[in-house]
């Protein structure tokens, strides 16, 4: 993410204290409708994307009061999906994920805050490759709704975009013509389905 918008942004998620909140309901992840994407330049022309799947995670959530939400979720790293078998299991190798010795990608938020009306801002910690950097999720959130089992559910779409380098991701080859083969910048979009527990 550019540091000027991290910078503004946490900015804004700082302005306000948290506010005690009583209302706070507890969610669980629901890993059949969630998932994590990621879409990364290749060959400096075109964009490659894949997802993870398997997520599982914990929300404590109320509307009515943002600020005082937390949520955390963990992604097992050997889940990446590129539609690509052979380039599916360089991803897990020691040159990127190095899934055995890390088998984890994790969020944990530590701030919530409304951007707009339709937005909101979620700061947390993410570990990917043992490396812990702070990000910032522009999110979407939907309204609670009623499944057809009598549960109630509420759904996230959130963006933000890293470095890989950042978390040692620095695998890379250098074209003939100049440039590289795999991008540094990661779009990164995740979503997410809860279930009131």
């Not at 706070?24 to 400096?44: C, E, I, P, Y």
């Amino acid at each position: 993410m550019n540091t000027s918008i991290l910078e503004q942004e946490t900015a804004v998620l700082e302005q306000s204290p948290v506010l005690e909140n009583t209302t706070r309901q507890a969610w669980n992840l629901d890993k059949s409708h969630s998932t994590a994407g990621f879409s990364v330049r290749h060959l400096m022309i075109s964009n490659v994307k894949g997802h993870f799947s398997d997520l599982s995670g914990t929300l404590h959530y109320d509307p009515l009061h943002v600020e005082d939400s937390a949520v955390s979720v963990t992604i097992p790293a050997a889940t990446v999906d590129t539609r690509e078998p052979t380039r599916d299991t360089h991803l897990k190798s020691a040159d990127f994920f190095e899934v055995e010795k890390y088998p984890e990608i994790t969020f944990r938020s530590v701030a919530w805050q409304h951007k707009n009306d339709d937005e909101l801002l979620v700061k947390g910690d993410v570990t990917i490759h043992g490396v812990t950097r702070e990000v910032v999720l522009t999110v979407e959130a939907t309204p609670e709704v009623k499944d057809p089992w009598g549960g109630t559910r509420v759904g996230f779409t959130g963006h933000t975009k890293i470095n890989r380098k950042d978390f040692g991701l620095t695998y890379n080859a250098v074209l003939e013509a100049g440039g590289v083969v795999v991008g540094e910048d990661v779009a990164i979009t995740i979503e997410a389905e809860f279930v009131k527990s």
